[in-house]
């Protein structure tokens, strides 16, 4: 009888096992990722890495930028942005792209700018319910993007600008990560187009320090004394 019983165990054992084979196997065949499989992060993706935690932790193909000169140097021009637009970080790109990170009203955005004609900086070719075309201080501009109210499944709200300036030979790109309309999108990339060559505001000259009063020298004599 216990032979019987260690037997119907082991058969057991060996059914559990083949289960989780199968199940395994599914697994793979379902979505988990080979190890040879070729991973490309998008813009949203940089978005969310761990560039907010850390802004020097860049891939080989990425130059950290620690003075605006350095980028303006590779465009040829100047960028000059907008206050609201809180930076988190600049990079360098694969020496070609200069990538600047910011959050506006709590959204977060990534832009690239470039030298010469690039066609779509992002990357990104599908996944977008709007494809229009605007106007922008006199630029053909692309707009893409999925409303939040749109959003379902794995599609996100997320909107990319994309145009190029034959005038000062430079193309740009602009990613909203959330919430992105068409009207965000416009305002955004309008501010983002300006930044390059615009002035830098004029620095205010360093206040002296105001000289100090120097001490009377007392009188001589007071007034009460004696002849």
């Known amino acids: ?14 059914f559990a096992a083949a289960a989780c084979a199968a199940d395994v196997e599914e697994g793979e065949q379902l979505g988990v ?16 890495g761990e ?5 020097h932790d860049t891939a080989e193909n990425e130059q950290f930028v620690e003075e605006v000169s350095e980028a303006e140097a590779l465009l040829g021009t100047t960028i000059v942005l907008p206050q609201e ?7 360098i790109v694969d020496g070609t792209y200069v990538q600047v990170e910011f959050v506006l009203a709590g959204v977060d955005y990534l832009g690239r700018w470039a030298s010469g004609l690039h066609e779509n ?25 999925t409303e939040s109210s749109e959003a379902v499944g794995f599609t996100s709200s997320l909107g990319v600008v994309d145009t190029y300036d034959a005038a000062r030979n430079i193309s740009f790109m602009l990613v909203q990560n959330e919430e992105a309309t068409q009207d965000s999108l416009t305002a955004v990339a309008e501010d983002f187009i300006n930044a390059i060559g615009a002035e830098h505001p004029a620095e205010e000259p360093a206040e002296e320090p105001a000289e100090e009063p120097s001490a009377e020298p007392a009188a001589e004599g007071g007034a009460g004394d004696a002849e």
């Open 33 to 48: 990722v080979p190890d040879d499989y070729e991973w490309e992060a998008t813009p949203a993706d940089l978005l969310e």
């Open 85 to 91: 637009f809180e930076v988190s970080r600049m990079l």
């Open 1 to 14: 009888m216990k032979k019987l019983w260690l037997l119907l165990c082991c058969l057991l054992f060996v």
């Open 51 to 55: 560039a907010v935690v850390d802004p």
């Open 121 to 145: 900086m992002s990357g990104m070719t599908d996944g977008f319910l709007h494809d229009e075309n605007v106007e922008i201080n006199g630029l053909s501009v692309r707009l893409r993007w």
